[in-house]
């Protein structure tokens, strides 16, 4: 394997993980629209702490794709062949989700509001769970052939294992919003989020739990990378205690960055379980996609490095400065055009 091959992978990884730490509670805050908002006026109060920046969020899952594609062809391939209909749903989920930001603001009728604030809802929801079913399926093993084609059932798809996996990330992004929307706003949601949050964290700590448990018997992780997968799985134990000792005690910032790095723990644990495998075959392991013969040619990878280091500085640059002119926390009263 060479080092640009382990870059790509270990950039792949990156890039995810910043997708779900920034639209983690991007989705978080869209599913809070049913559960925390009592009435428009508080449902605009939180569209209006997601309006300025959702957008660019997902720029980064955009990227990883795209970096999949160029880098590792043979990964591209297989897991968007394989996972057609899933990687739909979840299209479907970013799409209602998009046009119902556009749409909610111009409807002048209460129930033309009333849609697109549910499609808001559904989009949010959608593309975390399903992505945390892809994922945890990937982990472990799904049916690949010697050409690297799947051919999986919905037995394959929907097992314990990885309708877990969508549960766990469904509610890390749940939990990621509402510390965000404890961080962002002031009020009665404020209130709320936080006492949401502070019940919630003890049924995260029961599904982590179980999900621990079956990581060790479905999956190989344990075997080939006992004390790395240990370490992560600690950390990700140690920040939800953090995360859940500054809800409670109103440390909002800590509570927020805490539960965005144990997302950011929950995609680590995933690509170091593959590695150095992109794709688990559960037919033989002969049939595993490595990143050694899964990526571009050399030159394809030298090519694309020297691009991503001159182009990487000004999109985070330019993320930067958007989440620090809209810093501000965001009233009940404040008026919001999303």
């Not at 930001?101 to 949010?124: A, C, I, N, P, V």
Request: net charge neutral; charged share 10%; hydrophobic share 55%.
């Amino acid at each position: 394997m060479s080092t640009l091959q382990l870059f790509w992978f270990i950039l792949i990884g990156v890039l995810f993980a910043g997708f779900f730490f920034l639209e983690g509670f991007d989705f978080g805050v869209g599913m809070s629209t049913r559960f925390l908002a009592k009435d428009q006026a508080e449902r605009e109060q939180l569209v209006g702490t997601i309006g300025p920046v959702w957008d660019a969020n997902e720029v980064w899952l955009i990227t990883a794709g795209g970096a999949m594609f160029a880098s590792f062809p043979h990964w591209y391939a297989s897991l968007f062949s394989g996972y057609y209909l899933i990687l739909l749903a979840v299209l479907f989920g970013l799409i209602i989700r998009g046009v119902s930001f556009e749409f909610r603001s111009k409807m002048e009728g209460q129930k033309g509001r009333e849609l697109w604030d549910w499609t808001l809802f559904f989009g949010s929801l959608i593309p975390p769970f399903f992505f945390g079913l892809m994922f945890t399926s990937m982990a472990e093993g799904m049916p690949l052939d010697q050409a690297g084609n799947m051919n999986a059932t919905f037995t394959d798809y929907f097992t314990p294992f990885s309708i877990l996996g969508g549960v766990v990330l469904t509610l890390l992004c749940f939990l990621h919003g509402l510390n965000y929307i404890g961080l962002k706003t002031l009020g009665d949601v404020h209130a709320r989020a936080i006492n949401y949050a502070k019940k919630l964290y003890y049924v995260l700590f029961a599904g982590l739990v179980l999900f621990v448990i079956m990581l060790y018997t479905v999956t190989d992780f344990f075997q080939l990378h006992l004390t790395a997968t240990l370490i992560l799985l600690g950390i990700m134990v140690v920040l939800s205690l953090l995360a859940t000792y500054g809800v409670h005690k109103d440390k909002e910032l800590l509570a927020f960055i805490t539960s965005g790095l144990t997302l950011i723990s929950l995609v680590a644990l995933l690509f170091v379980g593959l590695f150095p495998r992109v794709m688990v075959s559960s037919i033989s392991s002969a049939n595993d996609i490595l990143i050694v013969n899964a990526s571009s040619t050399p030159y394809t990878l030298k090519v694309m490095t020297w691009l991503s280091l001159m182009v990487l500085p000004f999109v985070l640059a330019y993320q930067g400065w958007t989440y620090h002119v809209f810093r501000q926390r965001i009233k009940k009263d404040d008026v919001v055009k999303y």
